[in-house]
């Protein structure tokens, strides 16, 4: 079986603040593939990053970054110096390596406030 | 650009009736998904299909059938439509070569009164 957790529902913030979203997986494989996608108002699911289980370094594209911890099967990500554009649903999604079906975390709703 | 176009952003129908989601990708992708979207949980699989004319249950398959009779459309059907079926429905496609990237539609917000 296998299970994504985003504790956080909704998280509101001002304009240029930091904000973090947490994801914690579970799964047996030793090969599986995590996934972040961004929901905006319009609906449409936008891919953001893959990582596999075996590439555990950081990475950072513009104001987004991402930090994989296998030790605590965390895959969390951090938006920089947020704008309102950034105001979306985050979903944390994970696959196995024998499977191309996506499990989805719950999603956490982000409010950039200017 | 990946293009995965459902038919409706809208649609309201009546309890019983029998409801149609189109779904179409452009990119000649082998798989294709539909999920339902609900507060607090996420999305959830209803049907998946590898192939043509090839089709597999989800998580949550109860109520809907599928079909596809041709690689680039993908088709959910709501054989007597109620109101728990009330939801926004997700298509999306994914390719080998797009190793489990799943690519997806605008969303059908469908409502059955």
């Known amino acids: 079986a296998q299970k994504v957790t985003q504790a956080q529902t909704e998280i509101s913030v001002v304009e240029k603040e930091d904000v973090t979203l947490d994801c914690v997986y579970e799964t047996r494989d030793t090969t599986y593939y995590l996934f972040w996608y961004k929901q905006p108002p319009s609906g449409e699911l936008v891919f953001l990053i893959r990582r596999n289980s075996f590439d555990e370094q950081n990475e950072i594209s513009g104001r987004y970054s991402w930090n994989f911890q296998k030790s605590t099967s965390s895959f969390n990500f951090t938006i920089t110096a947020s704008q309102v554009v950034d105001s979306a649903v985050y979903f944390c999604a994970l696959s196995e390596s024998t499977d191309y079906k996506l499990s989805f975390g719950a999603g956490t709703t982000v409010t950039v406030r200017a | 650009d990946v293009k995965v176009t459902q038919s409706s952003r809208y649609l309201v129908k009546r309890t019983g009736e029998k409801v149609f989601l189109e779904c179409v990708q452009d990119m000649d992708h082998e798989n294709m998904f539909w999920y339902r979207q609900d507060p607090g949980l996420g999305l959830r699989l209803i049907y998946f299909s590898y192939d043509v004319k090839m089709k597999e249950k989800g998580d949550i398959p109860e109520g809907y059938s599928v079909s596809r009779e041709k690689k680039e459309r993908f088709s959910l059907i709501l054989e007597s439509a109620s109101t728990n079926q009330t939801s926004m429905y997700l298509c999306?496609?994914?390719?080998?070569?797009?190793?489990?990237?799943?690519?997806f539609g605008a969303g059908t917000r469908l409502s059955v009164l």
């Open positions: 999306a496609s994914s390719s080998y070569s797009t190793k489990n990237i799943q690519y």
